[in-house]
Structures are given as structure tokens and as C-alpha cells.
């Protein structure tokens, strides 16, 4: 199984910086994917999503990048903001419709 | 319009003790879910409700939990004899529908059994 721990990986960026965020998922039936932001105190709030069918997906300043020869997604934040600042999380769906949530990056952007 | 929304937001309880945390989703929405997250962990799944059954409660870690959704709509998870084991951040989601992808979260109930 996946190791867990309390220290997250981190990720310390300059305001207007590019930040890339990585992800390794564990289920290669995995058809869906994922990538949910939290601030401290909040639920997770959706980002954008990817379908297996996909190797890349871009929204407003975010791009996900899909790759499923090594089972590895990255979300990519363009012109990175102090509120971009929060808990990165990646998740899969499977065959099922229950999310399985990866390790969480914390990003923190400095002005 | 209004998102999903859980009460209490804290919940302190003495081991032994029973607790009740209630999920209002948002309306119309047909699934509903239960998240565990523990510090510096990503949320885990407890259970899934379509209407009022639950679908799946492969989550749910042992018997002294419980989840109703009688009318399809508010959700409660129950706990029994709480444990210190149990001190997280309960979290619920809800979706249009079985199927759809889309998951809204709320805030989230942070449990402390002290």
C-alpha cells in the first residue's frame, strides 16, 4: 500500500511563476481522474478532470496532463497567484464511482 | 445556489461517547458520500448513498459506524463508543447523479475524541 505520512510534499513558488504539481496513481483500470484543490478549514474543491481517452486537458490557467504508460498525471498552473496557495490533491476513479485520493502537495506562493 | 453544508462544523466528545454528524446536500443531487481525512492525508471513502440506500459501505471501517439517508435528501453518519482513533475531519460530498462525476464537497466536520 501507499506510505503515509504528516509531512506533505511542497511546493514553494514566486507570484507569476509556472507551478507543476505530479501525481502517481496506482490503478491502471483507473478511467477518470481528478484534481481537487483544499484551502486550510475547506472541502476539497474540484479543478479540472481528465478521461483516460485524454493525455491532456486544459482549463482557465490549468493544464493536467495525462500519462498512462507510467500512471503519472500532472497539473500545471500558469502565472501561479497567492491564492493558489492550498493542498493539491490528485484522485482516480475507477470502475466504481468512489474517488481514491493521492498524497497531497502544499503549495505555497510567495509575492 | 446553496452548497453542501454540514453541522457541526467542530465536534469535541469524550471517548465512549456517541456522535451524530448530519450532511445537507445540495438539491437535487441523488448521490451522496462519506470522506474520512486524517491530518496530512488525502480524504478516504466511508460510504455511498444512491437515494436512500446506501450502495456501497465498503468504507466504513468497523460496526460502531453507521450512516442513514432516509429521505434521499440530509445524510448522518453515526458513530458509536468513539475512539481516539476516530478524531478527523469528516467530510461529505454530494452529485447529480450515480454516475456522474462531479462531486461537490463541504466544508467538512472536524471530530476531536479526547
Known amino acids: 500500500g501507499e506510505s503515509v505520512g504528516l509531512h506533505l510534499p511542497t511546493l514553494s513558488v514566486q507570484e507569476g511563476d509556472n507551478s507543476i504539481i505530479n501525481c502517481a496513481y496506482s490503478n491502471s483500470a483507473s478511467d477518470y481522474f481528478i484534481w481537487y484543490k483544499q484551502e486550510s478549514g475547506k472541502g476539497p474543491q474540484f479543478i479540472i478532470d481528465?478521461?483516460?481517452?485524454?493525455d491532456k486537458r486544459q482549463g482557465q490557467r490549468v493544464t493536467v496532463l495525462l500519462n498512462k504508460t507510467v500512471k503519472h498525471l500532472s497539473l500545471q498552473i500558469a502565472a501561479t497567484q497567492p491564492g493558489d496557495s492550498a493542498v493539491y490533491f490528485c484522485?482516480?476513479?475507477?470502475?466504481?464511482?468512489?474517488?481514491?485520493f493521492g498524497k497531497g502537495t502544499l503549495l505555497t506562493v510567495n509575492p | 445556489g446553496a452548497g453542501v453544508s454540514q453541522t457541526p462544523s467542530n465536534k469535541v466528545t469524550e471517548k465512549g461517547k456517541y456522535v451524530e454528524l448530519r450532511c445537507d446536500p445540495i438539491?437535487?443531487?441523488?448521490?451522496l458520500y462519506w470522506y474520512r481525512q486524517s491530518l496530512g492525508q488525502g480524504p478516504e471513502f466511508l460510504i455511498y448513498f444512491q437515494g436512500t440506500g446506501a450502495a456501497d459501505d465498503s468504507g466504513l471501517p468497523n460496526d460502531r459506524f453507521f450512516a442513514v439517508r432516509p429521505e434521499g435528501s440530509v445524510s448522518t453518519l453515526k458513530i458509536q463508543r468513539t475512539e481516539r482513533g476516530d478524531s478527523a475531519v469528516y467530510l461529505c460530498?454530494?452529485?447529480?447523479?450515480?454516475?456522474?462525476?462531479?462531486?461537490?464537497f463541504g466544508p467538512g466536520t472536524r471530530l476531536t475524541v479526547t
Open positions: 438539491s437535487g443531487h441523488t448521490a
Open positions: 481528465i478521461r483516460s481517452n485524454m
Open positions: 484522485a482516480e476513479k475507477g470502475s466504481n464511482y468512489k474517488l481514491t
Open positions: 460530498a454530494s452529485s447529480l447523479a450515480s454516475g456522474s462525476y462531479e462531486q461537490y
